[in-house]
């Protein structure tokens, strides 16, 4: 996109400058069956108003009950992001009027949250970076007011409860962050993890995920934080990054010129790639929290906690660490394989299997993904199998198959939408393995190429894969690897 690449290096100038501070606020749905409160479904996409009750619609007299399932996530992500759960902790009322919310007020956690001091590390310019998590609190998602989509939706506004009561968690970080590329890489962490929980399915597109950034500016080198602006509605990580790239330049621009920044709450619009302004801060609700008088303080336990964390799985980061121990992985290699828990679990399975795990590493890479993506396919809708690629990792392993003849067989597959076995089963590649076939051919790059010969003789024996790369060639990729690297090394020595 242009807008964004222009906007990027105003940004690289505005900061040269200013430094930008950047705090982020995520509501992330668990992935309960039922509602924080009561029994209702939180299923996506039912019919309007058809997954409510008395409870949820705030009622009178109707009373919330705890669900034990959402405190339990909570802890899970809680500890999975480094924090301390409080043995103690309150709900409360935020009071503020809105159509989506019949209750009048919202049930959160204000002054005593589930968990406080956690944090994520991050990759940044001067190496890894610790951003601080302020607090993880519980509280209760909003239904949604409908504006588009009806015949008379020029005139009225419709809403839809479904959403009204499902359990969240909001975690806030502590203004940490510098760049847009850290709070990039803050969300993409933040995600994985609750992925890897099993907290939340994420799904930014239905809103199990939404993200709230607090940005301001201060000259370099000046202690104290510049006002900041609250920018809301971003529903991509990407549109984080250009959102926050736009209301920095915005800022310096507004300083640059004398002026002053409002403090105030912006929107994001992305298709005109810019914030503006949605309230200031004289029209910021006062909140008048106080504790729910009808829901008992949280006690979480130490043995109720170790008991939850005994689902606690291995967290990206460790799993990333162990599989470039025991695979011997690049870590880029091990990024990518640990994109989801699925996919690692996947890759796993398959490099157990194999007799080169790193093998079948470097195939998912170089054969696999990028012909799934070209194709536009899913890993669960690939020809080739993870059978298949342990096939092909295993004949390279024993030198009965070249990269040359594994790409075709690949390509072949993909073609006709087979799998790898099925593909070399059926085409199964001449392969030169006959010796005196062979040592024909590396005689005659031998005679053909004194230069190198000199050399490898001279002690250089790397130079061996030169030779090994002619005959290759001239065989057209059909020479048995494993026996051709034995009988080149033979001859040159001889
Ligand atoms: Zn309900």
Redesign the pocket.
């Known amino acids: 996109m242009t807008a964004t690449s222009v906007s990027t290096s105003a940004t690289t100038a505005a900061l040269a400058k200013y430094e930008p501070v950047i705090g982020l606020e995520v509501h992330v749905q668990l992935l309960t069956t039922t ?1 924080a409160f ?1 029994g ?1 479904l939180t299923r996506f996409g039912s019919a309007p108003n058809t997954q ?2 008395p ?2 619609l705030g009622l009178p007299g109707a009373l919330p009950v705890l669900n034990k399932r959402a405190v339990e996530f909570a802890v899970l992500a809680s500890t999975a992001l480094n924090c301390e759960v409080r043995t103690r902790s309150v709900f409360a009322r935020k009071n503020y009027f809105y159509p989506d919310s019949p209750k009048g007020y919202q049930i959160s956690q204000y002054d005593q949250p589930l968990a406080e001091h956690g944090w994520i590390e991050v990759p940044s310019e001067n190496g890894p970076k610790k951003i601080g998590i302020t607090r993880l609190h519980m509280e209760e998602d909003a239904g949604k007011s409908l504006h588009e989509g009806f015949p008379d939706s020029a005139t009225k506004s419709y809403v839809d409860l479904n959403r009204c ?1 499902t359990p969240l968690v909001e975690i806030v970080s502590e203004p940490d962050i510098r760049t847009p590329d850290e709070a990039y890489e803050y969300l993409t962490r933040l995600k994985e993890i609750m992925l890897y929980t099993g907290v939340s399915d994420c799904n930014m597109e239905e809103g199990s995920l939404r993200c709230d950034a607090n940005v301001s500016v201060r000259p370099r080198g000046q202690e104290k934080f510049g006002t900041k602006a609250e920018v809301k509605n971003v529903n991509s990580f990407r549109f984080i990054r250009s959102a926050l790239e736009y209301e920095i330049e915005r800022q310096v621009e507004v300083l640059e010129s004398g002026g002053r920044v409002v403090q105030e709450t912006r929107s994001w619009n992305a298709a005109e790639g810019r914030t503006f302004s949605m309230r200031s801060k004289e029209e910021a609700h006062d909140y008048r929290y106080f504790p729910e008088p009808d829901l008992p303080p949280l006690m979480v336990s130490d043995a109720w906690k170790r008991e939850i964390l005994t689902a606690m799985p291995e967290l990206p980061e460790a799993r990333r660490a162990r599989m470039v121990r025991e695979y011997e992985i690049s870590e880029q290699d091990a990024q990518s394989l640990t994109a989801t828990r699925e996919f690692a679990d996947t890759f796993e399975a398959a490099a157990k299997r194999a007799k080169s795990p790193r093998r079948v590493a470097n195939l998912v890479q170089s054969e696999l993904m990028g012909r799934l993506r070209a194709a536009g396919l899913e890993l669960e809708q690939s020809p080739v199998t993870m059978d298949g690629v342990v096939l092909a990792a295993d004949l390279a392993e024993e030198g009965k198959l070249s990269s040359k003849q594994w790409k075709q067989i690949f390509d072949v597959a993909f073609e006709k939408g087979e799998d790898f076995g099925v593909v070399y089963e059926r085409e199964k590649p001449q392969q030169i393995s006959d010796t005196a076939t062979l040592e024909k051919m590396i005689d005659e790059v031998i005679a053909a190429n004194p230069k190198q010969v000199e050399q490898y003789r001279g002690g250089k024996k790397t130079v061996a894969a030169f030779f090994v790369g002619q005959v290759m060639r001239a065989s057209k990729g059909q020479a048995n690897p494993a026996l051709l690297n034995e009988l080149v090394v033979k001859k040159l020595d001889a």
């Open positions: 509602k009561c209702c409510i009750c409870t949820c009561g």
